[in-house]
């Protein structure tokens, strides 16, 4: 029997990277999964390799219209849903003194604003029961250098999780929050010239007790965890980083 066989979810930012690692082990065990994200290119290829039990919906979180036009699609194609993984994001590494208000906007419009009302819009769709999980950082925890808006904005995703927590309680929801260490997804090359990438990981490396980076698939094995398996954990952080926050 399939592990996920009969349940739904839907997995914001699902068309690369985390995202896309934990659609892939809920499609492949049989779930049916809605995936976002802002890329069509990156969204049809993902949908591609996930296969019949994907949909894909192009839509910015930052934008109210397109939370409505994705709990529309989703009501309309599963019903009800048994898990949100609320992932998308954006990173953006500046300086403090170098942080503009255009960068600390768009950093809080995404991470922060884009998740608090995808959770409002995509709630009233929950089956008791069911689990939300969102995705901080091991930055809220820890301080890193030029990291001081992208941390901020993940440190109130990790308050978000205990207040819905408690909001969404009486329905017999649960609401997690699952904070990866340093992943391999490539990321880096794509926000980083190739000399500050090397700087970064070599740092990553030799700060981690376990000297190495995760992988998304152990990512995505931590977030069905809590969004399927934690039936009796509510308001926590999961730390999936190596040890890099706890050691």
Known sequence: MEKYGGKKAVITGGGSGLGFAVAKLLADGGARVVITGRSRAALDAARERLGENATAVRGDVSSLADLDALADRVKGELGTL??????????????????????????????????????????????????????????????????????????????????????????????????????????????????????????????????????????????AFLAFDATYTTGAELAVDGGRTQL
Request: overall charge negative.
């Open 82 to 223: 048994d898990a949100l993984f609320v992932n998308a994001g954006i990173t953006l590494t500046t300086p403090f003194e170098a942080t503009t208000e255009e960068v600390y906007d768009e950093l809080f419009a995404v991470n922060v604003k884009g998740a608090y009302f995808t959770v409002q819009k995509l709630a009233p769709l929950l089956n008791p029961g069911a689990g939300i999980v969102f995705t901080t950082s091991a930055a809220n925890v820890i301080g890193m250098p030029d990291t001081s808006g992208y941390a901020a904005g993940k440190a109130a995703l990790r308050s978000m999780a205990r207040s819905f927590a408690r909001d969404l309680l009486p329905r017999g929801i649960r609401v997690n929050a699952i904070s990866p260490g340093p992943i391999d997804t490539g990321i880096l090359e794509k926000t980083m010239t190739e000399e500050e990438a090397g700087r970064f990981k070599a740092q990553v490396l030799a700060d981690n007790p376990m000297g190495r980076f995760g992988s998304p698939g152990e990512i995505a094995r931590a977030a």
